[in-house]
C-alpha cells in the first residue's frame, strides 16, 4: 500500500472503479510528468559512460552471432558500426591497442582480456559478413598480442604487456569466472585463426599455451570451462567449411544461412568471393585457392583438419552433412 500502483490492466481497473477510461489515462500522464520533473531536480547518479576494448568485443560477438542466428540485419550492422569506431578510435599510431575511450579521449595500453576479446569479436564478425578486411585486422591484432605478452620461457600469456604499467609481479591468469579469461579465449582465437589460415605455427602456440595451464585444468576442470572449450576445438573432431561463389546469389546466400543456422561450436567458416577480393582471402587461407565454384553453381567445401570431403553443390545433402558429427580423421 506504500506505493501508489495499479495491478490491473488499466481497462479492468477504470470498470472496477467507476471511472472514465480517457480521464484516468489523461490524469495518470500528468501525474507521471509531475513526478518526472520533481525528480530531474535531483542530483542525477553517475554513469559509468565509458567504452572499454574488452567489453565491446564482447558485444561484437554476440551481435555478430545473432545476426547469423536469426538474420537480422540491424544485428550485424550494429557490429560494423561498433568495430569499425574501435579500429579507429582505440588503436594507436603503432598498431597497438588502446583500452578506454570516453568522449574523445582514450587511455591506457590495452591489457591482454582488451586483445583477446576483441579479436574473437573481429573473427566473429568475418564470419558474419565475410568482410576481409575484419579477418585481416584480426591476424595483425592476435600478431601483436603474441608478441606484447607470450611468456617465451613457459608458454602462456600475461595479463600486462609491453607497454603497460611494471608491477611488482606479471599474472598469468586462465580461470574462467564470470568472464572468461584473456588466455581462455586467446587459446581458442588461435586455434580458429590456425584453421582459417593452415599457420601450423599458431597450432603449436594453442598447444603452448594449454599446457601450460595442464596442471590448473587437472586439478579444477569446472573453473577453466572455456579453456576446455578450446581444447576441445583442438582434440576435435572440427571442421572447416568453405562456400565458393558469387555472395549476390540466391543459392549461395542459401548455402551460407544453412551453415549460419546450424550449431556447429567446432568449425571455421569461410566464404570464398570471386573478382579481387579473392586474392585478399587467398594471400591469408592459401589451402582455398583450389576451392572453386563447380559448373558455376554454390559448391560448398567440408573439410576435417584440411582434408576435405567432395564438393557439394546440393541444399540437402549440404544440410545432412552438417548434421551428421564429424568424424576424427
Not at 249 to 274: S, W, Y
Request: glycine content about 6%; aromatic content about 10%; overall charge neutral.
Amino acid at each position: 500500500m506504500s506505493i501508489p500502483n495499479i495491478p490491473l490492466p488499466i481497462q479492468d481497473f477504470v470498470e472496477k472503479e467507476g471511472l472514465d477510461l480517457k480521464e484516468t489515462e489523461k490524469a495518470l500522464r500528468d501525474a507521471g510528468q509531475i513526478l518526472f520533473n520533481i525528480r530531474e531536480k535531483r542530483t542525477h547518479p553517475l554513469k559509468d559512460d565509458k567504452i572499454l576494448t574488452s567489453w565491446n568485443g564482447f558485444m561484437l560477438s554476440a551481435f555478430a552471432k545473432g545476426y547469423q542466428a536469426f538474420g537480422i540485419k540491424a544485428y550485424a550492422r550494429t557490429a560494423k558500426r561498433a568495430a569499425d569506431f574501435m579500429l579507429n578510435n582505440l588503436k594507436s599510431d603503432n598498431g597497438r591497442l588502446l583500452r578506454r575511450y570516453r568522449q574523445g579521449d582514450v587511455s591506457y595500453s590495452a591489457y591482454l582480456d582488451d586483445y583477446a576479446f576483441f579479436i574473437t569479436g573481429l573473427i566473429d564478425l568475418y564470419e558474419a559478413t565475410f568482410e576481409v578486411s575484419y579477418l585481416e585486422e584480426a591476424i595483425i591484432l592476435n600478431r601483436i598480442m603474441m608478441d606484447i605478452f607470450w611468456d617465451k620461457e613457459d608458454g602462456g600469456l600475461y595479463f600486462t604487456g609491453k607497454g603497460n604499467e611494471k608491477l611488482i609481479a606479471r599474472t598469468k591468469e586462465a580461470y574462467d569466472g564470470a568472464i572468461p579469461s584473456g588466455n581462455s579465449v586467446a587459446a581458442l582465437n588461435i586455434m580458429r585463426l590456425a584453421r582459417i589460415t593452415g599457420d601450423e605455427d599458431l597450432e603449436k602456440s594453442a598447444e603452448e599455451l594449454l599446457r601450460a595451464f595442464s596442471g590448473h585444468i587437472s586439478n579444477y576442470p569446472a573453473g577453466y570451462t572455456q579453456l576446455l572449450s578450446a581444447l576441445d576445438f583442438m582434440v576435435g573432431p572440427s571442421r572447416e567449411i568453405v562456400i565458393a561463389g558469387d555472395i549476390s546469389l540466391e543459392g549461395v546466400q542459401d548455402m551460407i544461412n544453412t551453415v549460419h543456422r546450424a550449431f556447429l561450436p567446432n568449425k571455421v567458416f569461410i566464404f570464398r568471393p570471386q573478382g579481387s577480393e579473392n586474392k585478399r582471402l587467398s594471400s591469408i587461407s592459401p589451402f582455398t585457392n583450389a576451392m572453386d565454384p563447380i559448373d558455376n553453381r554454390p559448391t560448398a567445401y567440408i573439410c576435417e583438419n584440411f582434408a576435405c570431403k567432395r564438393p557439394i553443390t546440393d541444399m540437402e545433402i549440404l544440410k545432412a552433412t552438417l548434421m551428421n558429427r564429424p568424424r576424427n580423421l
